[in-house]
């Protein structure tokens, strides 16, 4: 059973950094994606960035590229997964997500739908 617990959420003024931490337990299939999701008040959920174990690939959204940086670190039985989050903005407020999906999917990077696992959530507040 794959379990994911993110933390390191808070609240911060713009121009600040945080760094959100997935402990991610159970990772049992040869391969996952594993990726940060956020989702605004009002607003649907989404990729943020992404990247395979082993950090074979990585992806950026558009909004976050230059300013985040998305990391991993493999102990034995667990994996954490990391957001550095620079030069926040106050757009960036959101409760961001841990998700894994597990394959190598080729070419091209799991739909939000495929992400079988995630965590609770945590929330990151930026004030102007």
């Known amino acids: 059973q794959v379990h994911l617990v993110e933390s390191g959420g808070g609240s911060v003024q713009a121009g600040w950094s945080l760094r959100l931490s997935c402990a991610a337990s159970?990772?049992?299939?040869?391969?996952?994606?594993m990726a940060w999701f956020r989702q605004a008040p009002g607003k649907e959920r989404e990729v943020v960035a992404a990247q395979f174990t082993g950090g074979r690939r990585t992806y950026y959204d558009d909004s976050v590229k230059g300013r985040f940086n998305i990391s991993q670190d493999n102990a034995k039985t667990t994996l954490t997964l990391y957001l550095e989050m620079n030069s926040l903005k106050p757009e960036d407020t959101a409760m961001y997500y841990c998700?894994?999906?597990?394959?190598?999917?080729?070419?091209?990077?799991?739909?939000?739908?495929?992400?079988?696992?995630w965590g609770q959530g945590t929330q990151v507040t930026v004030s102007s």
């Open positions: 159970g990772l049992t299939y040869g391969s996952y994606c």
């Open positions: 998700a894994a999906s597990p394959g190598l999917y080729g070419g091209h990077w799991p739909r939000q739908y495929e992400y079988n696992y």
